[in-house]
Each structure stands twice: as structure tokens, then as C-alpha cells.
């Protein structure tokens, strides 16, 4: 064989090879999956192989929700909280410890910073409300979030507990400010053209989706008196949300393409053809979003970056296209640039982030026929799809529904509820824990076990009983279902393939909120038989036993609501010494003052102590500050930040102080 030939052989061999392994694009295996002499995996979502297949898939979709709008008569369908790297000051409070969330409040020990958002979102998008301006009522031109339309800077001296104002990032334009990050000397800007709240249905609705406008801004903050533009992303999308695993931001988006003369939702078969005939003529940049960097546009994906069903797949679903396309987009913090963004092209119902990935939820079905399916995408600069799995059920409840799911030491823990009859039967609903594992040979989140089974058929709840507070700790479950009481129940998740009901403890009220002191104590937040808002402090040492050590209840006695039952970062916690934590809950008091009903809103400081002995841990209730700001419409939202000794209070962008050793001054509005 002569030396050309050879050569040409060693080449031969060299793509072959590569070409069994499989490198590049946004469907493959990672790593530690199998490579080499056999073909690649394959998973659940595939991409688009070209421009055509993919318009077909998105017209087809369009089609699809048409008819049956058509035919539906026109009904259409543990952290705490501190940073603890040598300051003793609070930051966000999160539901995973390495992952970070925006906010409306951060902190870094030196500088409050405070977005004019009216957004109390955390981690689903829900229900679109107007703006109270587009209702009808006069704004208080006196109100920080109308005087000063723009992100408040404010140095902060922990001695003094006192605050001053540096300067305002203006905030121009129709995009309100979802959430802030803070990273060195980088302060990252979330904006978007929607406000969102936190109830209803209109996630999953595609005409909700046209439109809408997504921000992504950073600035460099070395100089908090002078904050720089570093970069600004601007893109066609609704912001759904994001989260921070250190250098990364990922933000996710939905958008639902303008299409002129489109029958959304047509009442005659006669307008579905004229849809098709109008979806013939569509061309790929027409549908696909775009983005605008630094002032440059660009198409945001590619048609064959999109992802959707395979058909030929068993988990597939009936309808394997979306008319509303989700992305996750990666951004770098160092580098201050976008790293990638991956599209899906299916029916979004929710987020979970953990610290290496970032799953997409899926609600299908109704009744006992319901599924979720989990899609995962690798937390890197890619976005790489990593496999999708299913579970029975619905990721239906109260509050945060991402306190759901949990990923720890390679495995993924689900609750979810099914309905099993109609609503006043004696039995209509059922919860289930579902146990899955990435596959190593193919993209898939295979089921592991669940909880009840056949070995273990006991019910997680008594019948009837709605899911309220969920929290994953380590390989501990613990949940609280209430109709008439309340049942906390622990769940033993060490043995994956076997978990178990190891404890339960029946007592009045509820919890929404579960925070974990320790492996021996777990702090509720919720309401009492009478409505009133109250803490409870539970023994669980031993996990078969769990007992109450004892209810505080906020307030004086008059009816009351704490945004923290429903927003984690309304939550203050501080692991302050081996026997002494603090925390803060805000609270809207409603009362009648002699002749005149009053609202006000305070934040309530609070210890536990004894943590380190947990049979005689309890609460104390340290003081509270008061907010002077009593106008309904300008009710929060309420964060808190501890620093040494001192402690704010941010009531929407005004903020209050006092110090912890002496409660009964009051410094304020900042």
C-alpha cells in the first residue's frame, strides 16, 4: 500500500470513528454514555433535520389547536439563605444551595439592590394581571416605584442600620424588571414586556405568548456610584424564568411567532383552510424569534436546533408539536456574552433547576389517564438535551410547585397528584413519589420506583387531602396534606429503589412552607384552624416519630397573610451560632382600629433557639419593624437582609431598619 493510500485509509478510519463516538450539536450523549461501535443514543425529543421538516411541524401544530378549538365548542384547554463565605450577611434565599434565582432584593454585604418590580414570580409563570395603572387607579406620584422608575442602589451601614442612595439604573421603556443577580462586580438585569403573578392557567395558552419582549442586561457595578452597560440581550419571547449556577445565567422564554391574517382560534372549517393555505408560504426566519445583542440582530435558533416528539418513540404523545416554542438560553458573566440557547417545540407547564441541569415539565392528560414528562438539558454552555422520562400524575399544587422535584446524588425525586374521581367523592385524589435515573445508554430518565406500590401500598395522605408544604431533604420527604387537619408526613428516600412512609404526626392547620433547621428540627410556615398565620417547630430526630414542639402565631390576633407561605424569597434565615438561628417573615396585618379598618405591613424577627438539644428548641419572637406605607396598592413586595447585627426591611423599593439587640428603633424609609 503506498504512503498516499495509507494515508488515505488512517483518514477513513479517523471519521468512521468519530462518526460512531458523535461530537457537536445539541442531542447528544454525554460522557459517561456508551461510544464507540455502537450508534448513538437516542431519546424522547429529537431536532428538525432541515428548514422544511421543521415548518411542517409547527404549522401541523397550529392546525391541530385549531381544530380543536373548533371542536371544543371554543373552550380551549435546602438552602439557608446565606452565603456564608466569611460575612455574616443574608443573600437570596433558594431552594437548591448551588443554584441561584433572581429576585427583586439582592444583597452584597455592601449594597442593597432593588428592582421597580410589581412581579412576585418565582418559579412558574401563571396568570397575566393588568397593572393597577391600566385599571383605572391614580399611582401615587410620591411612591419610590413611580418617583424613581429605575433599579435603587443603596450602600448599607451595618453599625448604624441605616442605608443611603447612590444612584438609579433608569429603567426605559415598557419592560418591567422581573429580577436581579448579583456576581462580583456584575449586576444582572432580568426585564420583561409582561407582568406575571402567581395563580391561573395561562402558561399553557399560546395566544398568551405574541408579542412579547425578554431582557437580559449586565452591569459592571465596580463603581456602584457609576454603573456601566456592559451588555443587553434583547429577544422576542415571554420571560418565564431563570437561575445562576455561578458564572452561567440561564434564562428561560416562550414565544408564540405573529403570523398577520392567522385565525387564532377559528370557528369554521372553512377559516382551518384558509390557516393552511396562509402556513404553506411560511419561511423559517418568520417563525423563529429574534434577538437583539448589543444592537445586532440575529435569528435567536436555527430551524434545526429546534426539538420535537419523535413519533416513533413509545413515550411520545398524540400531538407531538406546540404552536409555542421555549428556550433556554446560557449566558456567560465572565466572558459577558451569549454562550447558546436550545428550543423545544412542546407544551411547557413548568421549571426545575438543579446545579447540573435544567428540567422542562410537561402536564398531559386528565383524571387517572395524567402524565408528566420531564425533559432535561445539561447545565453548560450548550444546553445539550440529556433525555426525558414520564411520571403519573400532575405537578399540580399550592405555592412553589417546584419544591416538588429534587435531583440529589444522581437520581430525580417527583410528587405529583392524580385525580381519581370527581371533586366531593370520598376519595377523588392521589399522590405519588416517582423515583428516576439518567439512563447510560440512552437519552432517557428511566423510572426507578414509586411510592405507594405493590410492596408499599399505603396512600400519602388521608382521602380528600390536598397537597400543602413539600420539602426534599437529602434522602428525607417531607409533606403535609390537609382537608380538616394536618398530617406531616416523613418519607425515607435512602434506598431509591425502595423508599417508605417512616413516620407521620396528625395536628390542626397546615404548613405551605417547610424549611429544615437541621437533621433534627423542621420549621412550617402556614395558618391555624383559625386562619391566623403561625410557625411550628417539629422534632423529627427520630423519623418514625416525628412530634410538634409548639405554634407561634404572628400577629396580634387580627387576620393576616404572609407572602412567605408562597414565596421562598420572602423567607430570612441565618444559621447564627451551635445553639441560635434567626429568621424573618413579613407579614400584612387586617384589623379595625376603634372606627377605621388599618393594613399594615411588618417583618417579624424571630429565633430559634436551643437548636442543638431538639427536644426543648423553640421560637422567640425577638420584635418586629413596621412599614409606614399603607396603601394597598403598593403592598411589596416585602424581603429582608440580615447583616451582622442589623436588619432590613425592603416594602417594595422603600426600605427599613433596626437593629437585632434593639428592636424598638426604627430607622427609615431608605
Known amino acids: 500500500m503506498s504512503l498516499t493510500q495509507s494515508a488515505k485509509y488512517l483518514l477513513l478510519i479517523l471519521v468512521l470513528a468519530q462518526a460512531g463516538c458523535g461530537s457537536g450539536g445539541s442531542v447528544q450523549s454525554d460522557e459517561d454514555l ?16 432541515n428548514e422544511a421538516q421543521f415548518l411542517e411541524i409547527f404549522s401541523q401544530s397550529i392546525i391541530e389547536d385549531g381544530e380543536d378549538y373548533l371542536n371544543n365548542d371554543g373552550n380551549a384547554d435546602v438552602v439557608f439563605a446565606t452565603e456564608d463565605s466569611g460575612r455574616s ?31 412576585m414570580d418565582c418559579c412558574f409563570v401563571m396568570e397575566d394581571f393588568s397593572r393597577v395603572a391600566n385599571d383605572g387607579i391614580e399611582e401615587d406620584p410620591d411612591s419610590p416605584n413611580e418617583a424613581e ?25 415598557d419592560l418591567t424588571v422581573e429580577g436581579l443577580y448579583n456576581k462580583d462586580s456584575s449586576l444582572v438585569s432580568l426585564r420583561s414586556s409582561s407582568w406575571w403573578g402567581t395563580f391561573g392557567e395561562r402558561f399553557s395558552a399560546s395566544w398568551a405568548w405574541e408579542g412579547q419582549t425578554s431582557a437580559l442586561d449586565i452591569y459592571d457595578i465596580s463603581v456602584p456610584e457609576q454603573p456601566e452597560l456592559k451588555l443587553q440581550i434583547e429577544m422576542e419571547g415571554g420571560f418565564v424564568t431563570s437561575r445562576r449556577v455561578d458564572k452561567h445565567v440561564y434564562m428561560i422564554a416562550r414565544h408564540t411567532p405573529e403570523i398577520p391574517g392567522l385565525i387564532r382560534y377559528p370557528s369554521t372549517q372553512e377559516e382551518i383552510e384558509e390557516n393552511k393555505v396562509l402556513l404553506r408560504d411560511l419561511t423559517a426566519a418568520e417563525v423563529l424569534p429574534t434577538v437583539l445583542i448589543n444592537g445586532e440582530s440575529s435569528l435567536l435558533v436555527e430551524a434545526d436546533d429546534c426539538l420535537f416528539m419523535d413519533k ?36 411547557v407547564s413548568g421549571v426545575y433547576a438543579s446545579e447540573n441541569a435544567i428540567y422542562l415539565t410537561q402536564a398531559e ?17 450548550d444546553l445539550t438535551y440529556q433525555g426525558s422520562g414520564s411520571v403519573d400524575g400532575h405537578l399540580w399544587s399550592r405555592g412553589e410547585v417546584d419544591f416538588r422535584i429534587s435531583e440529589h446524588a444522581g437520581y430525580l425525586r ?36 414509586t411510592l405507594p406500590n405493590a410492596n408499599r401500598p399505603e396512600k400519602i395522605g388521608k382521602p380528600n387531602e390536598s397537597l400543602y408544604g413539600v420539602r426534599f431533604f437529602g434522602d428525607t420527604l417531607y409533606l403535609v396534606t390537609f382537608e380538616t387537619v394536618d398530617p406531616l408526613y416523613v418519607i425515607d428516600v435512602t434506598n431509591p429503589e425502595d423508599p417508605m412512609i417512616a413516620g407521620e404526626l396528625t395536628i390542626p392547620g397546615f404548613s405551605d412552607f417547610l424549611h429544615p433547621v437541621n437533621d433534627d ?52 434565615y441565618q444559621q447564627y451560632d451551635e445553639s441560635t438561628d434567626r429568621f424573618a417573615v413579613p407579614l400584612t396585618v387586617y384589623g379595625k382600629d376603634e372606627d377605621d379598618y388599618f393594613q399594615q405591613n411588618r417583618l417579624y424577627m424571630l429565633q430559634l433557639e436551643g437548636k442543638d438539644n431538639p ?56
Request: aromatic share 10%.
Open 34 to 49: 456508551v461510544c464507540c461501535n455502537e450508534p448513538p443514543p437516542t431519546g424522547l425529543l429529537i431536532a428538525a433535520d
Open 89 to 119: 450577611f443574608t443573600t437570596t434565599y433558594t431552594l437548591e444551595a448551588s443554584v441561584d434565582e433572581h429576585d427583586v432584593v439582592k444583597y452584597d454585604g455592601d449594597h442593597l439592590f432593588i428592582a421597580p418590580s410589581r412581579s
Open 149 to 173: 422608575r429605575g433599579i435603587r442602589i443603596l450602600s448599607t451601614d451595618s453599625e448604624e442600620a441605616s442605608a443611603t442612595l447612590v444612584s438609579v439604573i433608569p429603567v426605559d421603556g
Open 312 to 347: 416513533t418513540n413509545e413515550q411520545a404523545s398524540a400531538r407531538y408539536g406546540f404552536p409555542v416554542m421555549t428556550f433556554l438560553i446560557a449566558v456567560d458573566l465572565e466572558s459577558e456574552s451569549m454562550l447558546g440557547a436550545s428550543c423545544y417545540m412542546g407544551s
Open 365 to 381: 392528560g386528565y383524571d387517572e389517564e395524567s402524565r408528566t414528562l420531564l425533559h432535561s438539558f445539561k447545565a453548560s454552555d
Open 414 to 449: 417527583v410528587v405529583t397528584t392524580t385525580q381519581t374521581g370527581p371533586w366531593g367523592s370520598e376519595d377523588s385524589i392521589d399522590h405519588q413519589l416517582s423515583v428516576l435515573q439518567r439512563s447510560n445508554q440512552e437519552l432517557a430518565l428511566n423510572l426507578v420506583e
Open 521 to 572: 428540627l423542621l420549621l412550617g410556615l402556614g395558618a391555624d384552624e383559625n386562619g391566623l398565620t403561625k410557625l411550628e417547630l417539629f422534632n423529627i430526630s427520630d423519623m418514625t416519630a416525628p412530634y410538634s414542639l409548639g405554634t407561634h402565631l404572628l400577629g396580634d390576633g387580627s387576620w393576616s397573610y404572609s407572602e412567605a407561605r408562597y414565596n421562598r424569597h420572602a423567607f430570612t
Open 615 to 670: 427536644a426543648v428548641a423553640t421560637i422567640v419572637e425577638v420584635g418586629h419593624i413596621k412599614s409606614v406605607t399603607d396603601n394597598w396598592w403598593n403592598n411589596g413586595p416585602h424581603r429582608s437582609v440580615f447583616d451582622d447585627d442589623a436588619v432590613y426591611f425592603i416594602d417594595g423599593t422603600s426600605v427599613y431598619s433596626t437593629l437585632w439587640s434593639n428592636p424598638l428603633e426604627q430607622g427609615g424609609p431608605f
